[in-house]
């Protein structure tokens, strides 16, 4: 089945969020200038008018992509989360820089388009994490804590499936060193809570790389973005200079960084990522016209991706 750039899909627009037709647009100027377009998944569903909708998830792969391992930029697991997603439909121009210096790339559309259309948080259920399924969802493939098999018997939805699927193919084909998966964060309505009018990075992978994920704070909070320095997370993890390090969580972002997981009935190595930023830029539902500096934080992160870049070579290069 084919499938094309939707057309009126009718997007959740109160919060001024940009038409998910105009972040497939912007991400399609990639294929003109040569790169790959992969499907990773297709989204059958319902906008909240009650119209089904066919949504499309994309990956784009820079072209001339060979051995070495390059650079990952993730966008739109969760759904009521709009700025990393229109973020990164203004800094396509970035992204076809870093490649045209030879850094290589892979990047995605927004991974939950159905959720970002309605400002749900997963594809069937606008918050409530008992009832919602995440498409970043790895704990099927993860392995427990003795490593004698999954987390989980199998995956939470069938999105989650096809997302780990595809990202366990490109660890092998495009394999990752320094990858980015751009989310946000609501803050906590727990007054005591380190989250209550701040957020936190989250980071997986070798110590010695942490700095980068530092730097995102640093970024983060340069462009007015209020960050937990410590304290620890509503789950008991702590929180270091505003970095929470390798939290065990089942996302995809635990997945990239393991060196083995289990698939297709047994345990395999696979390529593991040196360092995963998680970047979160907070913010309070109730309060209205705060995603426009939440994308230039997001796109301020962004903008140093070169520079990251070059401070993970500097520290890995004798091992590559």
């Keep these: 089945m084919s499938i094309e750039t939707p057309l009126r899909v009718g997007t959740f627009q109160k919060d001024s969020r940009l038409p998910i037709e105009e972040v497939y647009r912007a991400l399609e100027q990639l294929t003109h200038h040569g790169w790959e377009q992969q499907r990773i998944h297709v989204q059958e569903g319902k906008t909240g008018g009650g119209r089904k909708v066919v949504l499309p998830v994309y990956g784009y792969i820079s072209p001339q992509w060979h051995e070495n391992p390059g650079l990952w930029v993730l966008v739109g697991v969760h759904g009521e989360e709009p700025a990393p997603s229109n973020a990164l439909a203004q800094h396509v121009r970035t992204l076809l820089m870093l490649a045209e210096a030879g850094i290589p790339i892979l990047c995605t559309s927004i991974l939950n388009p159905l959720g970002y259309i309605k400002k749900w948080r997963y594809p069937n259920e606008l918050w409530n994490p008992d009832f919602g399924a995440s498409v970043g969802d790895s704990e099927h493939v993860l392995l427990n804590e003795i490593e004698s098999g999954p987390r989980t018997r199998k995956p939470i939805s069938f999105d989650a499936e ?159």
């Design 162 to 320: 096809c997302i780990t699927v595809w990202a366990l193919t490109q660890c092998v084909q495009h394999p990752p060193v320094l990858v980015f998966d751009h989310h946000e964060d609501e803050f906590s309505p727990e007054p005591d809570s380190p989250q209550a009018r701040a957020s936190y990075t989250y980071y997986h992978g070798e110590h010695g790389l942490v700095r980068i994920a530092e730097d995102v704070v640093d970024v983060l909070h340069a462009n007015d973005m209020p960050i937990a320095q410590d304290g620890e997370t509503a789950f008991g993890e702590k929180i270091i200079y505003g970095v929470v390090r390798n939290a065990v969580d089942g996302s995809v972002d635990e997945l990239i960084s393991a060196p083995r997981v289990f698939f297709r009935g047994g345990k395999i190595e696979k390529p593991a990522a040196k360092a995963v930023i998680i970047i979160e830029t907070g913010f309070d539902p109730g309060v209205p016209h705060t995603l426009d500096q939440r994308v230039v934080a997001q796109g301020a992160v962004m903008n140093r991706y070169e520079t990251y870049w070059n401070m993970m070579m500097h520290k890995i290069l004798p091992s590559i």
